[in-house]
């Protein structure tokens, strides 16, 4: 079973607007924040989510390498994101059920309220 890894990253380098191009080898932006945990139940994951957004054009975005997806996002999209993945979720509600995981959820937080709201940061998804 594969890994999946979801986290922002610095935008060192163009990401171009259509995922159609070919992908390039090697290439992954450098971490800014932790990954973003698995959410509990049967919420949707947030690799397949960005997989989905980046496809229907939400996300300008493409595939740098196999299982792995980079779009380009603004502070708010990646705020949205994480509410659209975790509001209501167990690890919000209840920090004692999986308390690894609402910490890796805190640090993401963090990280988040940290970025500048007008610079554009690189939304990893990633197969490992």
């Known amino acids: 079973m594969s890994l999946l890894d979801v986290y922002i990253g610095k935008l060192e380098w163009p990401v171009p607007e259509r995922a159609s191009e070919a992908p390039i080898p090697n290439a992954a932006p450098r971490r800014l924040s932790s990954s973003f945990p698995p959410p509990s139940g049967t919420r949707e994951n947030p690799y397949f989510l960005i997989l989905r957004k980046i496809e229907k054009g939400d996300y ?69």
């Open 60 to 128: 300008a975005g493409r595939q740098m390498r196999w299982g792995a997806w980079v779009a380009k996002v603004r502070k708010g999209q990646i705020h949205e994101l994480i509410d659209e993945v975790y509001a209501g979720d167990r690890i919000v509600r209840d920090p004692a059920y999986k308390p690894h995981l609402s910490a890796q959820l805190s640090e993401l937080h963090s990280c988040l309220e940290s970025l500048d709201q007008d610079v554009e940061y690189a939304l990893v998804a990633n197969k490992l």
